[in-house]
C-alpha cells in the first residue's frame, strides 16, 4: 500500500482497529497508525495533511 491508497488503508485501519473511533485519532497517531500497517510499503516522509485527511474521511465512512 502507498499513501494514495486511501480506501485500502482506511479499509485495513477499520479492520486493524475496530474499536477506534476515526472522529476522535488525530493526524500524528494516524499516521502512526497507517505506518504500522502489514503491507504497508511507502516512504513516511511523503504523507501529509491532506492525505491523512484524505484517509480518515475514508476511514469514517467504511466505519458506518
Known amino acids: 500500500m502507498k499513501w494514495t ?3 485500502e ?3 485495513a485501519l477499520a479492520e486493524t482497529y475496530p474499536d477506534l473511533d476515526p ?3 488525530n493526524f500524528v ?3 502512526n497508525r497507517v505506518l ?3 503491507g504497508f510499503d511507502d516512504n513516511p516522509a511523503h504523507s ?3 492525505i491523512l485527511e484524505a484517509i ?3 476511514w469514517i465512512d467504511e466505519a458506518d
Do not use: V
Open 23 to 25: 472522529l476522535t485519532i
Open 56 to 58: 480518515q474521511m475514508t
Open 29 to 31: 497517531d494516524l499516521r
Open 48 to 50: 501529509g495533511e491532506k
Open 5 to 7: 491508497d486511501s480506501r
Open 9 to 11: 488503508i482506511a479499509i
Open 36 to 38: 504500522a500497517l502489514p
